[in-house]
Antibody
Framework: QLHLQESGPGLVKPSETLSLTCTVS??????????WGWIRQPPGKGLEWVGS???????YYNPSLRSRVTISVDTSKNQFSLELSSVTTADTAVYYC???????????????WGQGTVVTVSS | EIVLTQSPATLSLSPGERATLSCRAS??????LAWYQQKPGQAPRLLIY???HRATGIPVRFSGSGSGTDFTLTISSLEPEDFAVYYC?????????FGQGTKLEIK
């Protein structure tokens, strides 16, 4: 059974870089043919897609965040990661990693989600 | 960016009643629309993909319909565990986008 787990600091200072990792267990990222995604949810608000990465490293980012976002994959560790630079309080959110429903499709619904990790931006 | 508008914002119903939730897209998304359920403190759960296909393990009381710009999620007879927030999401174009959510609450 596939399981995704987010990890990283829960508190980040304004102007610094937020770094999160998603560890996948029960299945392999390598040659999975999925576009693995990051989605975030500010407190009390709706969901926002951050970006997605293919098993080979090809990426798509939300234009609203593109200048600050980097998503990478480490197939040897079965992990993919999110970096968001120059954070502000508006980046405070629960960050989820997720596996899409469809293989190969760069755009997809998300079928399997991590539990989410809370990141607070505050000095 | 494709904007998804969900209505109503809040829906108050009783167990056993039928729930009808709406999602309208700012431009056609064909049938590339999904629905999710989210309970407090939990990750979203995929209910419906491609507008009308139930995801694995989803009860038959959940159904989706629509195409183009207008979509509906119907819960035929509400169970106590169905009271939650529901989101729609389109995969027709970049960036992927979600509606703002409909809260289904117990009347």
């Amino acid at each position: 059974q596939l399981h995704l787990q987010e990890s990283g600091p829960g508190l980040v200072k304004p102007s610094e870089t937020l770094s999160l990792t998603c560890t996948v267990s029960g299945g392999s990222i390598s040659r999975s043919r999925y576009y693995w995604g990051w989605i975030r949810q500010p407190p009390g608000k709706g969901l926002e897609w951050v970006g997605s990465i293919y098993d080979s490293g090809s990426t798509y980012y939300n234009p609203s965040l593109r200048s600050r976002v980097t998503i990478s994959v480490d197939t040897s560790k079965n992990q993919f990661s999110l970096e968001l630079s120059s954070v502000t309080t508006a980046d405070t959110a629960v960050y989820y990693c997720a596996r899409p429903h469809q293989i190969i499709a760069a755009r997809s619904a998300f079928e399997i989600w991590g539990q989410g990790t809370v990141v607070t931006v505050s000095s | 960016e494709i904007v998804l508008t969900q209505s109503p914002a809040t829906l108050s119903l009783s167990p056993g009643e039928r729930a009808t939730l709406s999602c309208r897209a700012s431009q056609t998304v064909y049938t590339y629309l999904a629905w999710y359920q989210q309970k407090p403190g939990q990750a979203p759960r995929l209910l419906i993909y491609e507008a009308s296909h139930r995801a694995t393990g989803i009860p038959v009381r959940f159904s989706g319909s629509g195409s183009g710009t207008d979509f509906t999620l119907t819960i035929s007879s509400l169970e106590p565990e169905d009271f939650a927030v529901y989101y729609c999401q389109q995969r027709s174009d970049w960036p992927l986008s979600f509606g703002q959510g409909t809260k289904l609450e117990i009347k």
